[in-house]
């Protein structure tokens, strides 16, 4: 699975990030939930894949229902960079350690979701009230994964 | 980043939608559609004759009665039908967009939503349409009433800024009130009116509703010519927008015609410079500068003037100019090499008055797209209001900064343009931001927005020669434009 991560330079760049972050997530949990050595974990990670999955779509109205001319301010200060995540789900591992990774998903896409939510709130008091929403859903994810 | 896939690289040839069938034009007469960042052709438009135009009226009268008749309740159903079907093409429209007009995709993401806005608005029609009445208004036992009531075919002639957008200022008002209509698109920019009369003909509107005929001057004057098109909605320069208004008059049409304009966006020393200089952005550059709400003389009060020009010019280094499709690009192409012609021929001539040239786009390179019609954000500093960048739409993205010594130097200023389209201050002083609302001679006011874009259940305002009539595309304007008041007195003996 491809993954691109735009620099994000737009609001509107934000949110394709986020959908990168949330597909990525959302195929992580699939496979993580798949591993026949991960079967204590597995209804976890896919309720997880579900609950990524319409953070995606939640995100993909944002951008169709928030975006118009007047809110198409550049950003100029977040560097994406700092927010990619590893893409790639660790095989053969035991539940301790999958869930150790997946933890570091979640909290960088937290990172990142508080971090656009700081900027996002001089442009676009909704969309930031989002992504706020989105950054501590994915800590509470994180507790999940660590009660593992 | 990738750049995201087109809907079609070639359209092939682009076709009329007249009585509820798509049909080719007989005119020897075609242009090249191109993609201004790639200058691609990607379809090809005709210049519809006179007598296509013609049928089209035919039919669209033809259609008119059994339309008019079609209860508002059931011709509202037939727009909700193609709200969910917009919803469903969303993306789809937006796209194409971005690949005939060259504006980003989150600008036409943002412009497809405003279409669809309007198809909401329409929706409401059988509030909107009610009429009034006063039992013993007359007289004792003689009412009064008013019935607003739909008058026949009405036309449209769109610019090539807003593809998507324009179009559904005019059309949903006119068909949810029970009238048939024609629309002519730009001939620079048909792809998405073509792409969205197919989305029309899937939503069920009967033969004849409406209907798309593309073309130039022939088509319109045709439409000007016919005895049953009742009225004309235009959008476009301020000469044609005259010509259109006369033409108008001239044969007894009802006309609204938008025209250009020249924005100031003016910056007050409290104003949020953060704020103010991130805003102001967007409005000056959002679709390079080709909006008629874009901002085109940034105007420094006082002592704010100094760190304003240089934050503004140090952002405006850092727009990001490419493909539209590409998501990462916050500013694409201008519409055509003519159109890139005329904007350097503005910056050439900003340099020769005297302006100092602080950022030059005349020279743009944009990796893998070297043939588009790119110009880079350009700022000028020490314009003065009698130059020809201070008082001429120049259509492109260009900045000339002023320095004022008040608000009332810049609200004379504002006032000596012939425009009146749109202004804006920043401000945190409730005082001057009332002082230039109230004073201030344009159809659209921002404060603290430098893109007054009026939403579908408001009029799209403007004043002087940015607007030639009285009722206004969209909302409450749009259905008074089509219809008329019908006065009903009722005596029973």
């Not at chain 1, 990525?24 to 999955?53: C, P, Q, W």
């Not at chain 2, 008329?484 to 029973?492: A, C, E, M, N, Y």
Request: aromatic letters at 10%; proline letters at 4%; charged letters at 25%.
């Amino acid at each position: 699975m491809e993954y691109e991560f735009p620099e994000c330079n737009s609001f509107g760049t934000v949110i394709r990030f986020g959908l990168e972050l949330e597909r990525a997530a959302t195929n992580i949990y699939d496979e993580l939930s798949r591993d026949s050595k991960l079967v204590a974990g597995a209804d976890t990670f896919r309720a997880l894949s579900v609950v990524h999955k319409k953070r995606g779509d939640l995100l993909e109205y944002t951008r169709r229902e928030k975006l118009n001319e007047m809110i198409l301010e550049p950003i100029q200060d977040l560097d994406a960079k700092k927010y990619i995540i590893d893409t790639k789900a660790p095989k053969g591992v035991d539940i301790k350690a999958a869930a150790r990774y997946a933890a570091g998903v979640e909290e960088r896409s937290s990172m990142f979701y508080a971090d656009s939510a700081k900027i996002a709130k001089n442009l676009l008091s909704e969309g930031a009230r989002i992504l706020e929403r989105m950054a501590k859903e994915n800590l509470a994810n994180k507790a999940k994964l660590e009660a593992l | 980043m990738a750049v995201l896939s087109e809907v079609k690289k070639d359209y092939g040839k682009v076709r009329n939608f007249v009585n509820g069938e798509w049909v080719d034009s007989a005119t020897k007469s075609w242009l090249d559609v191109k993609n201004p960042a790639t200058t691609e052709t990607i379809a090809k438009v005709p210049l519809s004759t006179k007598e296509e135009m013609t049928k089209a009226i035919e039919a669209a009268q033809e259609a008119w009665w059994a339309w008019r008749e079609t209860p508002p309740v059931s011709r509202a159903r037939v727009m909700f039908n193609l709200k969910a079907i917009m919803e469903r093409e969303f993306e789809n429209i937006a796209r194409i967009i971005s690949q005939e007009q060259g504006k980003t995709i989150d600008d036409a993401r943002g412009e497809t939503r405003r279409c669809i806005e309007n198809v909401e608005v329409a929706s409401g029609i059988t509030t909107l349409q009610m009429g009034y009445n006063l039992e013993d208004g007359a007289a004792a036992n003689i009412d009064e009433e008013v019935i607003i009531s739909p008058l026949g075919v009405f036309g449209a002639v769109c610019p090539f800024n807003f593809p998507g957008m324009v179009p559904f200022w005019f059309w949903p008002y006119a068909v949810a009130t029970g009238n048939t209509f024609i629309l002519k698109p730009s001939e620079q920019v048909p792809l998405t009116s073509q792409y969205v009369f197919k989305l029309i003909e899937e939503a069920g509107f009967p033969p004849g509703v409406i209907n798309l005929v593309n073309g130039r001057e022939d088509a319109v004057n045709a439409m000007f010519d016919h005895k049953d098109l009742k009225g004309i909605s235009f959008v476009g320069s301020t000469p044609v927008a005259k010509w259109i208004y006369k033409r108008g008059g001239e044969t007894g049409k009802r006309v609204q015609a938008q025209g250009g304009a020249k924005n100031s966006l003016v910056v007050m020393p409290d104003a949020k410079l953060d704020n103010t200089v991130n805003n102001t952005l967007s409005s000056f550059y959002g679709c390079a500068g080709q909006r008629c709400l874009a901002g085109s003389n940034l105007v420094g009060v006082g002592d704010i003037a100094d760190p304003l020009i240089r934050k503004f010019v140090e952002a405006s280094k850092r727009i990001k100019v490419g493909y539209g499709l590409d998501e990462s690009s916050n500013m694409g192409p201008v519409i055509s090499e003519a159109a890139k012609k005329k904007v350097l021929g503005y910056i050439d001539q900003g340099v020769k008055d005297g302006a100092k040239l602080l950022l030059d786009g005349r020279n743009i390179k944009v990796p893998g797209y070297e043939k588009g019609y790119f110009i880079g954000t350009t700022v000028f500093d020490d314009v003065t209001p009698d130059m020809k960048i201070a008082k001429e739409e120049i259509f492109g993205p260009v900045v000339s900064f002023l320095r004022m010594k008040s608000l009332d130097d810049a609200i004379e200023f504002i006032h000596k343009c012939p425009f009146g389209n749109a202004a804006s201050i920043y401000t945190q002083n409730g005082r001057w931001a009332r002082d230039f609302r109230y004073k201030v001679q344009c159809g659209n006011i921002g404060v603290n927005i430098g893109i007054v874009a009026a939403m579908a259940y408001f009029p799209f305002a403007g004043y002087k020669d940015s607007f030639f009539g009285t009722l206004h595309g969209q909302g409450k304007d749009a259905v008074s434009f089509y219809t008329d008041r019908k006065v009903v007195i009722t005596r029973w003996f």
